[in-house]
Nanobody, 120 residues
Framework: QVQLVESGGGLVQDGGSLRLSCTAS????????MGWYRQSPGKQRELVAI???????VYEDSVVGRFTISRDNNKNTVYLQMNSLKPEDTAVYYC??????????????WGQGTQVTVSS
């Protein structure tokens, strides 16, 4: 059974940094893409950043220049380096992965979420 396990959230001051990690495990699959979404109270879940198998990336406008997404294909792991954090970045961050199985069927998986809190 495929699992996404996240780590790295926590409490940081305005202007600080955090690094999130997420590893996909269980089953036989190829990773098509991995990324991060976030959700604040009262708001819809929004895309933060995605990295595709070829290495191309997409970022939400407000994080461009501050956040960097990367991946280690050998470890099926995606990272989100978050610098210059702001209070408005406070949210639960969810890892997501689109995985392809041996029958070439793709499915989306989600992690349990990790809390990031930025104090002013």
């Amino acid at each position: 059974q495929v699992q996404l396990v996240e780590s790295g959230g926590g409490l940081v001051q305005d202007g600080g940094s955090l690094r999130l990690s997420c590893t996909a495990s269980g089953g036989s699959f190829i990773v098509s893409s991995m990324g991060w979404y976030r959700q604040s109270p009262g708001k819809q879940r929004e895309l933060v950043a995605i990295i595709r198998s070829g290495g191309s990336t997409v970022y939400e406008d407000s994080v461009v220049g501050r956040f960097t997404i990367s991946r280690d294909n050998n470890k099926n792991t995606v990272y989100l380096q978050m610098n210059s954090l702001k209070p408005e970045d406070t949210a639960v961050y969810y890892c997501t992965a689109r995985l392809r199985d041996i029958f070439r069927q793709e499915d989306d998986y989600w992690g349990q979420g990790t809390q990031v809190t930025v104090s002013s």
